[in-house]
């Protein structure tokens, strides 16, 4: 099974990144049919996430999301597109990149 792992660093604090991270949530179950399971943390978020062919995991810290997404053999052959797609909207999200 292919897996894309996308990262982003940002400087949204936890608070911040729990509002953009349920917005994703929202986009992910009306949009893409996600069936999504939040589970908060004292550091740390996760929101488990899957539907037909695809399974995966967010995690949400105070400067990170880390994104692990595990497609299914039909949905392999698109991997590309998908994470050139959820890279996009993972980006409008969060706004722009903090200046190193």
Same mark, same amino acid.
């Given at each position: 099974?292919? !897996?894309?792992? =996308?990262?982003?660093?940002?400087?949204?604090?936890? #608070? &911040? +990144?729990?509002?953009? +991270?349920?917005?994703?949530?929202?986009? +992910? $179950?009306?949009?893409?049919?996600? #069936?999504? !399971?939040?589970?908060?943390? !004292? /550091?740390?978020?996760?929101?488990?996430? /899957?539907? /037909?062919?695809? *399974?995966? $995991?967010? #995690?949400?810290?105070?400067?990170?999301?880390?994104?692990? =997404?595990?497609?299914?053999?039909?949905? &392999?052959?698109? *991997? /590309?597109? =998908?994470? !050139?797609? =959820?890279?996009?909207?993972?980006?409008?999200?969060? &706004?722009?990149?903090?200046? +190193?």
């Amino acid at each position: 099974m292919p !897996e894309l792992n =996308i990262e982003r660093t940002h400087t949204l604090g936890l #608070a &911040g +990144a729990r509002l953009v +991270a349920e917005r994703w949530r929202e986009q +992910a $179950e009306q949009d893409w049919g996600m #069936a999504c !399971e939040f589970e908060p943390g !004292e /550091s740390e978020d996760r929101m488990r996430f /899957s539907r /037909s062919g695809v *399974s995966g $995991e967010l #995690a949400v810290t105070e400067n990170r999301f880390d994104l692990q =997404i595990k497609l299914g053999f039909l949905l &392999g052959a698109y *991997s /590309s597109k =998908i994470e !050139e797609k =959820i890279q996009a909207n993972l980006d409008a999200l969060l &706004g722009p990149a903090p200046q +190193a």
